[in-house]
Structures are given as structure tokens and as C-alpha cells.
């Protein structure tokens, strides 16, 4: 069940548990007194009518009471029995006697009309203009009334009336104002998730670029203070690197349909720009991965590419379930990659030339 639904039957629910004391209230209070002290045409089939009545909001209580909202299937005979009881109970008032105190039925049925129907509301609205025309048929099949019977009769359906479509525009009113403040507290719930999404974002971001620039300080200390030979070959492969890491942390930054094949061409960059002749190939679709699981699928390239002397050449094959980046380059520099949980890495030198491949598999459940 969604949010908003639920706030939607909280609201009916209410309103019910208020119909049902309601209408409990009024047929035993008001409508009981006039059955036993009144003259009927049939008193039998009066109290009969009262009966159903009071057996209607009975049934209504088992699923009212615990908040549920009422089956189709009671709704629909709840009101086939209220109209019948309804018909009975005007038929047994004397002919000039309804729309009086006698005819107990005629604001009565109403209520029960609404603890059936209430989230149902053109139905509820068309049962209810049927029963008052069945009731205005009847009063006026016994005879022409005169002035005065007539307005009586309208002011009593008038009366009876008015309360009801006042609850039924009530609920309507605190329905959508539930609505609206299901609606506004899930907005709010979305933006306080965005912000805290984007902070820990910010506080990952600060996390890795202090990992890098933890690599980095060092060897920057270590040139400064003259403890690093710059023409040293160990010494400028550290700072390739650490150039070449950088630049595809910078990278992966970037707004980009493709951000795996940029992150790649990111470190071929800086390789080229050590004069390195790279070559890139790229086969198969773009596959949606973490930027976690591309920071390690890139982090071997990173180390090979800064071991190549003069050439190397890069090749990317994804499919759906998997992605493999290779590198072969000439060096002979054991750079020591190493396999993660999500990403398994093969690193190699043979002779003059050093081989690379990092490759990444769907985990199906």
C-alpha cells in the first residue's frame, strides 16, 4: 500500500468510527421512541425495517472498528438492504403521517447510506437522490398535499439532507488536505535524502583525493627536499603515476555518457604527454558500473600505462555481464597490481614487454 493511499483510508477510517457512533446514536436515541409510541399501518413491518437497520451497522462494525475499509461485497449488500428497510419504513407510516415524526426512516437511512458508501461519493450522491425521490414519490402518490404539508416535507428532507452532504464535503475536504500533506512530507523526505546523499558524496570525494593526494605529498616532498633524483628512473615512474592517477581522478568527475571509456582516455592522456604512442580500441555497448568498481578496473591501467617506455596499446570489450580492460606496453617494470573482491587483475612481464588485464564480472543472484 502506497503512502498516500494510506493516509487516503486513515481519513475514511476516522470518518467512519464517527458515522458508525453517530448513527448508532440516532436510531436508538431518536428513532426508537417514535416506532414504540406511534400509530403504524403495519407495525410488523416498521420494526422489521428497524431491525435491518440496526443489523446493517452491526455488520459495518466488525470491519469499522478495526479501521479497514468495508469489502465491495458488504457495501453493495449493506445498501440493497438499507433501500428495502427504507421502502418498508415509509410504507408502514401512514400516508399522511410521513415526512413527520412517524416516518423515523427518513433521516435515518441517510447515515446508514454514508457509513456504506462514504469513499464512494457519486454513488453514495446517487443513492441518496433516490432515496429522497422514492420518498418524495410516495409522499405525494397518497394525495396532492396542500401549501403547508409541502413545505413541511421539504424543509424535514431539507434538514435531513443538509447534514449529510456537509459530512460528505467535510471528508472530501480533510481527504485531499491529507493528500496534500502526504504529498508535502514526501518532498520534504526527498530533499533531506538528495542532501544527505550529496554529503556523503562530498565526504567520498574528500576520501579519495585524500588517498591519492596521500601518494602524491610524499614524492612532491621528497623532489623538494632533494631526496628524489628526478633523472632517476624509479623517480619518474612514481611521478607518471601519480600524474596519470590524478588526471583520472579528475576525471571521473566529469558529466559524461560513457564515463569508464573517459576515465581510460583520461590516463591515455597522460601517458602521451610522457611521449608514449598509445593506441585505444573500444568494443561492445556502455555498461553502467560504480564508480567504486571503474576505480578499480582503471587503477591497473593507471600503473601500466606508467611503466610504458615508448608503446602501449589499450583495449576495452565489455558485454552485458562482464568487462575486461587489457594493456600491452614495452616495459619491464613489476608495478604490482592486485586483485579486489570485484575485480580480478592479471599482471605479467615477459621479456620487454609487460601485459595487463583487469576484468570485472556481473554477480547473479
Sequence with gaps: MSRRSAASDHVYATMRIILVCATGVLQFGLSLHPLLT??????????????????????????????????????????????????????????????????????????????????????????LAAHLVTSMGLFLWAGAPDRAALGAAGAAAFGALNVQLAVILITRMLHRRSLEARAAAEERDRLVLRVLIARQWERDQRGVFAGQLGLTLPLLAGLADGELDPRDSGTQRRCALAATQLRRLFAENDEVPDPLVHEVTACLDAA??????????????????????????????????????????????????????????????????????????EYGVYGEQLRMEARWRRQHR
Design 38 to 127: 406511534r400509530e403504524y399501518r403495519d407495525r410488523g413491518l416498521a420494526v422489521a425495517a428497524f431491525v435491518a437497520l440496526a443489523c446493517v451497522t452491526a455488520v459495518c462494525c466488525g470491519w469499522v472498528l478495526r479501521r479497514r475499509p468495508l469489502p465491495a461485497a458488504v457495501a453493495v449488500g449493506g445498501t440493497a438492504v438499507v433501500l428495502v428497510a427504507s421502502f418498508c419504513a415509509m410504507v408502514a407510516v401512514e400516508p399522511d403521517q410521513r415526512f413527520q415524526a412517524p416516518d423515523w426512516s427518513l433521516g435515518l437511512v441517510g447515515w446508514h447510506l454514508l457509513l456504506l458508501l462514504l469513499d464512494r461519493v457519486r454513488v453514495l450522491v446517487t443513492v
Design 272 to 345: 602521451e604527454r610522457r611521449g608514449v604512442d598509445v593506441s585505444f580500441a573500444v568494443s561492445g555497448a556502455a555498461v553502467p558500473l560504480p564508480p567504486q568498481v571503474r576505480r578499480e578496473l582503471t587503477g591497473p591501467v593507471v600503473a601500466a600505462l606508467s611503466a610504458a617506455d615508448d608503446r602501449a596499446r589499450v583495449s576495452v570489450l565489455r558485454t552485458g555481464d562482464e568487462v575486461r580492460i587489457a594493456v600491452v606496453a614495452d616495459g619491464s617494470a613489476d608495478v604490482g597490481t592486485a586483485s579486489s573482491w570485484q575485480v580480478e587483475v
